[in-house]
């Protein structure tokens, strides 16, 4: 076999089998970075791609805790430092009963190239547990983040490894991990992001991944001399992300028709206004109930455990979980006039529906590239801890707002072709390759 695509594919599968997450973040990145290593021989020759692929370092540890009927409880928890060529392991813990290491592996190989993108001094991590926060109470959601932190204080640290939010873990939780790591280290310092503001939190923090999507699209759409003005939107979720993208597209005068949980999707085609997002948030933030809650209360319709991308859109925004859009869903989409599909979460679109954008000519940006605004402001956020000081609103914002505008062109200068058609996906993949290829290059072979 002389495809060095494939050779590359099948030396990772034969080290990684039954990890099919993983082996799918990487398939995707060999098919754009395995060429540009061939033709770069220093690269070919300092064993990058093999060295990249590989975790420096994987933790897995039990968990156990105390529920509130007296009963213990066991889970497994995950750390995955996978790269700190360019600075100390930087990724979220998610909490979901879907984690396992291959999950969590694809995550991190993800974020190694997300982070790289940023411009910040961040390498690739990512992390969590398979406990499920849904149904748990306070306190032993409590129990469960002090119990893990027990274990996971020893390999963390503001210059080592910076942990963050993910799905299941918010505010609430990165507080209870914080306060048992201050608690058995005795130290105050920015070993976590995504903090309350009181306590060393930057602002702007929950409001990047999906300001951030919104801020990259708007660079999409500037390069084909369009605005985000009446654009009709769907978007997948109804978490963090998905509220905060909804808010900002509402804010450039888009119409935003769908939101979504586990359970379902709602179709409102008057749109979602601000006022109506408001009751979103606090459905889902506060009294954490379910998105078919907003169809009875405004009168639009549910559809029961199906995903929005039926509903006829100029732009799509998939921003709840991996693989939540597959090839079929691309081609209803394409063909009720959706023409720009970005990415809020990660990897959410299958290798079919990234192959059916590419193949139809679709404007598509990779979760790498178009949700890095959530690790972007957690970089701004370790600055501010270092720095032991507290910026403005809207001095994170524009701060936000030139990253994403910087990846943006990171995508142009390595994903152009002689056209001019911008392949972002390829653009993503080499432009968050090379910093860190660089940077393991002049470190030697560690």
């Known amino acids: 076999m002389n495809d060095p695509i494939q050779n590359f594919i099948e030396m990772v599968r034969a080290k990684n089998a039954g990890e099919p997450e993983f082996l799918q973040a990487v398939s995707e990145v060999a098919e754009y970075i395995v060429p540009y290593v061939e033709e770069h021989p220093r690269y070919k020759k300092g064993k990058i791609l093999e060295r990249i692929v590989e975790p420096e370092r994987v933790i897995i540890f039990r968990v156990p805790w105390v529920d509130d009927q007296g009963e213990i409880q066991v889970n497994r928890g995950f750390r995955v430092q996978m790269n700190s060529a360019i600075g100390p392991y ?5 909490f979901h009963p879907s984690v396992n290491l291959s999950v969590l592996k694809f995550l991190a190989f993800e974020q190694i190239f997300k982070n790289s993108l940023t ?14 926060p849904k149904g748990k109470s306070d306190n032993e959601i409590m129990r469960f983040c002090q119990s893990f932190m027990t274990e996971l204080y020893r390999h963390v640290g503001d210059d080592i490894d910076v942990p963050a939010g993910d799905i299941g873990v918010g505010k609430r939780e990165i507080g209870y991990l914080f306060g048992q790591y201050k608690r058995i280290t005795g130290t105050f310092n920015g070993v976590l992001t995504g903090k309350s503001y009181e306590w060393g939190g930057s602002l702007i923090r929950p409001e990047a991944t ?3 999507l919104v801020y990259f699209v708007e660079e999409m759409l500037k390069m084909q001399d369009d605005t985000l003005l009446g654009k009709k939107i769907l978007i997948s979720g109804s978490g963090n992300v998905a509220q905060f993208a909804a808010e900002k597209c509402i804010q ?3 119409k935003v028709l769908t939101m979504s949980d586990s359970n379902g999707f709602v179709y409102d085609p008057s749109g979602i206004d601000q006022e109506k997002l408001e009751f979103i948030k606090d459905l889902k933030n506060n009294r954490r109930g379910r998105i078919q809650e907003y169809a009875a209360h405004y009168g639009c319709e549910y559809f029961a455990d199906e995903k929005p991308w039926k509903i006829k859109c100029d732009i799509a925004l998939p921003n709840a979980t991996q693989n939540e859009l597959d090839g079929i869903d691309a081609e209803v989409l394409i063909s009720n006039g959706c023409f720009c599909v970005a990415e809020g979460a990660n990897m959410p679109c299958t290798p079919e529906a990234v192959a059916t954008f590419k193949k139809k000519g679709i404007l598509y940006a990779p979760g790498k590239a178009a949700n890095a605004g959530g690790v972007a402001v957690s970089g701004l956020e370790m600055s501010q801890n270092s720095l032991r000081y507290s910026w403005s609103r809207t001095k994170v914002d524009n701060k936000l707002k030139e990253i994403m505008s910087d990846i943006h062109e990171l995508c142009v200068k390595y994903g152009k072709d002689e056209h001019g058609h911008v392949n972002y996906e390829k653009g993503a993949n080499i432009g968050g390759f090379v910093k860190v290829a660089e940077a393991m290059l002049a470190q030697g072979v560690v």
């Open 90 to 94: 930087k990724g979220g813990l998610r």
């Open 119 to 132: 411009g910040l001094p961040m390498g690739g991590g990512k992390g969590g547990s398979d406990f499920d």
């Open 210 to 212: 999906g300001y951030g």
């Open 252 to 254: 450039h005068g888009a």
